[in-house]
């Protein structure tokens, strides 16, 4: 994977987060507010484990592993209980039998776990790449 594929999805996971916030913030209705902040969580969790797949042993990357759980385990659970009953507040909703409000804490939780992952795969590539170069240096200089 490369370093850059990770401060772009860095870049992309904040404005994720942002755009929920500010979703929530200037969209009066929840629902809508909802579906606009998990489709950019959607978004989101899809291009970091595309990054992390076009990637050779993509298994070795912290970001495959959050970002699949992300995807497939938080936001698209949360998509669907949302949109199961549209006319129960979130609150009242059981995701994997998790109150809504203590299910929307670990995913805000883990969201933060997802960029640290991002944090530390951009850091070991960026670290690969440089130690790649440098050794090739050596060898030309």
């Known amino acids: 994977m490369k ?8 870049g992309l996971a904040l404005i994720g987060g942002a755009l929920a916030g500010l979703s929530f913030s200037l969209i009066p209705s929840r629902l809508v507010a909802g579906a606009v902040a998990g489709a950019g969580f959607l978004g989101v969790g899809g291009y970091c484990l595309w990054i992390t797949w076009r990637a050779q042993k993509p298994w070795m990357w912290v970001t495959f592993y959050t970002s699949l759980v992300h995807l497939f ?6 998509i ?4 199961m009953d ?4 979130f609150a009242q909703m059981k995701v994997w039998g998790i109150q809504g409000h203590q299910f929307h804490l670990y995913s805000t939780n883990f969201y933060y776990t997802l960029i640290l992952g991002l944090a530390l ?15 090739q240096s050596h060898m030309t200089g």
């Open 121 to 135: 795969d951009g850091l070991r590539a960026w670290i690969a790449e440089h130690s790649k170069n440098k050794s």
């Open 73 to 78: 385990g938080i936001s698209l659970p949360m």
């Open 3 to 10: 370093w850059q594929d990770c401060l772009k999805a860095l």
């Open 86 to 89: 549209p006319s129960v507040p």
């Open 80 to 83: 669907i209980v949302r949109w």
